[in-house]
C-alpha cells in the first residue's frame, strides 16, 4: 500500500487549532483558559455521571470478535513503538498495552474503522512523555515525538501528523470522534476504561480479564498518579492540572477494573 493510500485510509486531519489540538498547544503551550476550564467541567460532570450509569445498568457487548486484539499487528512501525515504550517503568508500560487493547476492542465494539497500527502506537507511546516531567512543557509533545519517530523509521511519514494530532488531544475531556478524529477520541477511550472503568462494561468481561492477566495492573496507581502530579506541577493550568482539580486522582485510585461480570 502506498503512503497516499494509507494516508486516504487514515482520513483528515482535525483543526490543529481547537481546543488540546496541536496548534492550540503550540499557541497556549497547553495553558487553559478560565472559559476552557469552565467548558472541560461541564464534560467532566457529564463523564462521572456516564460512568455511575455505566456501572448500574450497562449490558456487556456479545457477539463482536475480538479474539485478535491481545495480539498487535505485526508490522515495523507496532515493533518499533513496543522498543520505544520500554523507556517507561513498569506501571506506566503495563498502562500503554492496555490501553491499546482496550482502544483497539472499543473501536471493533462501536464498528467503528480505524488503522489499527497507529491506534496500537498511540496506546503504547501516548504516556512516554509523563517518564520526566519538563517545567512549561505539555507531556503530550513528547510522547507525540516518540510516536512520529517510530513512524519516520518504519517508512510511515504520512501517519505522522495523525499520530501527533492524536497523542497530543487524548488528554483534553469531552473529545468527540467526528472534531478530534477516531485515533485521538478512541486513545482516550482506551485509557480512560484502564484509569477509571469508563466504557469498561462496554467490553467483554472475559476480555478485560485477559487483559489484565497480561498486562497486571497493581503498579498502576504508584506510577501514573506521581508522574500526574509532576506534570500538573510541570504545566500549572495544564489540562493533567485541570483533571487534578476535579478528583481525577481518587477516581483511578477506586477504580476496579475488571469490573464485575
Known sequence: MSGHERKDRIGPLP??????????????GGQLTRQQRRRMLVQSLRTQRELFSQ?????RPSGVDLTGVLAFPDSRIVRDAEDAAKVQPPGLLGHAYRTAIFAQALALVDGVEVDQELLAVCGLLHDVGLVTAV??????????????DAARQAGREEACDHLADAIIVHTTVGVDPDRDG?????????????????????LPHDLV???????????????????????????PCG????????????AVRLASVPSRP
Open 209 to 235: 480479564t485477559k487483559t489484565v492477566a497480561a498486562h497486571p495492573r497493581a503498579e498502576l496507581v504508584g506510577s501514573i498518579l506521581p508522574a500526574i502530579r509532576s506534570e500538573a506541577r510541570a504545566v
Open 182 to 202: 477516531v485515533l485521538g477520541a478512541y486513545l482516550q477511550f482506551g485509557a480512560m476504561v484502564d484509569l477509571v472503568g469508563l466504557r469498561e462494561r462496554h
Open 239 to 250: 489540562r493533567f492540572a485541570f483533571l487534578r482539580s476535579v478528583g481525577f486522582s481518587p
Open 135 to 148: 517545567t512549561g512543557e505539555d507531556f503530550t509533545l513528547r510522547s507525540a515525538a516518540s510516536a512520529t
Open 15 to 28: 483543526d490543529p487549532d481547537r481546543l488540546g489540538g496541536p496548534g492550540w498547544l503550540a499557541e497556549t
Open 55 to 59: 456501572r448500574l445498568r450497562r449490558r
